[in-house]
């Protein structure tokens, strides 16, 4: 087990490239100390539980700390807090509640600043706890760390402890630009830190915005040692080192578990990592009396957050059929927990970005799950590569259907060409047949599209046309009033204009503007259906790709008995007068709904802002306009904030709306 963890531990710190997840580290190293407990002969002065850290790299010079830097005893849950908390009051000798400081376990690595008369001169990591490497040229880079403290009368000589840490929105940036220049990315920020930290070049370093935050101090000279450690803190503030407004000062056990529960719920929306929480005794002489135990002091706690990504073998990669057609590999795990949770698949996004990751099938590899966020396979553990491990193909027919899978040139995602006939599109197919601005069917949202696919009374939009109201009347949360509102709906729906037809047949690169100018051009969806590829050419802003398109589209057999099915049923739409649409507030935006509104479902807040000219996607990204956030929102609205995207409320959407009713 020694070596074992002395293995692991030289991966993690000297290598900067662990094999294993913290959360097996922490169990394989509580194991170890259990085991000694158990048989105290057996333990050595070499094990890894007598001491912090490892050994420095070579290539940077070894200092001493002038105290060590010691490490915290980890706890997991509350239980595991309530007795600690009670070893305290004992060794303090108190039934009174006791005050604690309280603040974030900080992600990123341990550094220990020196300050000689109030300027900076060196800077060492942690290392073995009592001699670190020295990083003075690279920490100057830091800008967050002061070079001078902001006092008239500085301490004789300080050492001033905190971590170092890369920013989220950094950190994206930084792989974003690995990939870029053909480098391997970063599984974490705080890989990402610890990389660019351990940099022999401070030029690299400066060009890695890192950034720290101080939590104590180690060694001093020259200064009168305030009575409470919070007190330490502001007095590190007013000296201008970055502390985390997220500390406070709470008593008793109750007030521990509250501030563990109450930042559990805000980690998400932090601009950066943290994997837990940690409790120190707020009285400084009360620290003293306490004490210490060999790597840890006694008064001090760190609460941990369940591991967001552990380590797993990549069973199989299977195909997902999205609903636009889009085939999602997707990662079949052995079962870990991750996250609080047990993970058993996760996305793979595409095929280009399995090789960008150099996974293959059979590997270990690391699994993240951060919030409510779709679980992801993050990097590979490439010395723990099977020898049998098997490269991804992509398929060539899609699992569904078996249609042709295609992907374009230019295209990350390989698509599946079945359109209307392949199950899995076909509830997305319906569903946009029928929204406001195709067919605009009132009452056909998405979950009915659902129920109507999975019943088998809609194998395509036409199939809308045949319903009776006793069919509708027959599924869940339907009503016989609704169901005849329904059909009705649906019937009105046939004087629908030629261009809202063309687009409601959800055509790839057929979007609304080009399907006015093919209503323009073609007067019934039959001329459309037998034109040339030079007729179709001549339509203002048709070039090849969407000429391509259309021309696959009606050359599909299922999809032209689908029109013909359409015309039988009698759906003639035949484009009457010009079908202008000005401005509106939302023309060419995209928003992302999250959270729980009150005055509207999402569907109907879709309708909203569809009606507005506007288009709802369901992931944030650079390219989102707006976010509109009900109550209890949660990461989606954490990374608009991240990204600097405005956020709207409920409301807001509504005197958007008032706003268009003005002007029209
Ligand atoms: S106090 C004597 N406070 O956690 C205790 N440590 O597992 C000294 N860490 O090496 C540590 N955030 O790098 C303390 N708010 C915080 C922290 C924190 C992160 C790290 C630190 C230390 C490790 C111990």
Redesign the pocket.
């Known amino acids: 087990m020694r070596e074992q963890i002395n293995y692991h531990s030289w991966r993690y710190y000297a290598l900067d490239d662990p094999e294993i997840s913290d959360a097996e580290y922490d169990s394989l190293f509580r194991e170890l100390e259990t085991l000694e407990a158990a048989w105290p002969a057996l333990s050595g002065e070499n094990s890894p539980t007598r001491r912090v850290g490892e050994q420095p790299a070579t290539g940077f010079a070894s200092v001493t700390h002038l105290r060590p830097?010691?490490?915290?005893n980890n706890a997991f849950s509350d239980d595991e807090v309530e007795a600690f908390a009670q070893r305290v009051a004992e060794l303090l000798a108190t039934s009174a509640s006791v005050e604690w400081a309280v603040?974030?376990?900080?992600d990123g690595?341990?550094i220990s600043l020196v300050y000689q008369n109030g300027h900076f001169v060196s800077a060492a990591t942690?290392g073995d706890g009592s001699t670190g490497e020295d990083v003075t040229g690279n920490v100057r880079t830091i800008r967050a760390i002061p070079l001078q403290l902001c006092t008239p009368d500085p301490p004789a000589r300080l050492e001033v402890?905190g971590?170092v840490l890369m920013l989220k929105r950094d950190f994206r940036r930084l792989n974003e630009e690995q990939h870029a220049s053909g480098n391997k990315p970063f599984a974490n920020p705080r890989n990402a830190a610890a990389g660019s930290l351990r940099q022999l070049d401070a030029s690299v370093t400066a060009g890695r915005r890192l950034h720290f935050f101080a939590?104590?101090t180690g060694y001093c000279e020259g200064w009168s040692m305030p009575a409470t450690h919070g007190e330490v803190m502001d007095q590190l503030a007013a000296w201008r080192f970055p502390v985390s407004d997220l500390r406070r000062v709470v008593t008793g056990t109750s007030g521990l578990l509250a501030y563990y529960h109450e930042i559990g719920r805000e980690r998400h929306a932090l601009p950066f990592d943290i994997d837990g929480v940690?409790y120190?005794l707020n009285n400084l002489a009360d620290q003293e009396r306490v004490g210490y135990v060999a790597r840890?002091?006694r008064f001090?706690l760190?609460h941990k957050f369940p591991a967001e990504e552990a380590t797993t073998r990549l069973l199989d990669i299977k195909v997902q059929v999205g609903r636009t057609g889009a085939l999602t590999p997707v990662a079949v795990l052995e079962p870990v927990a991750v996250g609080g949770v047990t993970v058993s698949h996760a996305t793979l996004h595409n095929e280009d970005e399995i090789h960008r990751k150099d996974i293959m099938i059979g590997d270990w590899v690391n699994v993240r799950r951060a919030g409510d966020v779709i679980p992801e396979v993050v990097s590979v553990v490439l010395s723990r590569r099977p020898a049998d491990a098997r490269r991804f193909v992509m398929r060539e027919t899609c699992p569904e259907c078996g249609s042709t899978v295609v992907r374009l040139p230019g295209e990350a995602v390989a698509r599946c060409t079945g359109g209307l006939s392949c199950p899995a599109q076909r509830k997305q197919a319906l569903w946009h047949f029928a929204s406001r601005r195709a067919m605009d069917i009132a009452g056909l949202g998405e979950r009915l599209a659902d129920q109507l696919v999975d019943a088998g009374l809609a194998k395509d939009p036409a199939d809308l046309y045949q319903l009776t109201v006793k069919q509708l009347a027959g599924l869940d949360r339907m009503g016989e009033k609704s169901a005849i509102n329904l059909v009705k709906s649906i019937a009105n729906s046939k004087q629908a204009s030629l261009d809202r037809f063309l687009f409601a047949l959800g055509i790839r690169h057929v979007g609304e503007q080009t399907a006015r100018d093919l209503a323009r051009r073609f007067l019934t969806v039959q001329e459309l259906a037998s034109a040339s590829r030079e007729e179709l050419l001549q339509v203002p802003e048709v070039g090849e790709v969407v000429a391509e398109s259309i021309l696959h589209f009606f050359a599909d057999a299922h999809n032209r008995s689908v029109i013909e099915k359409f015309i039988r049923y009698g759906v003639e739409s035949r484009q009457s007068s010009a079908n202008p649409v000005g401005q509106t507030p939302l023309s060419g935006k995209t928003l992302v709904l999250t959270g729980t509104l009150s005055g509207m479902t999402r569907d109907e807040a879709r309708a909203w802002i569809e009606r507005l000219g506007g288009k709802v996607s369901g992931s944030v990204s650079a390219k989102t306009d707006y976010v509109v956030a009900g109550a209890d929102a949660g990461s989606k609205l954490a990374r608009a904030r991240e990204l600097g995207i405005t956020v709207l409320t409920e409301s807001d959407l509504i005197a958007f709306a008032e706003q268009q009713r003005g002007e029209s």
């Open positions: 830097m010691l490490s915290l603040e974030p376990k900080f690595l341990a942690r402890r971590e939590y104590g940690v120190k840890a002091p001090a760190a």
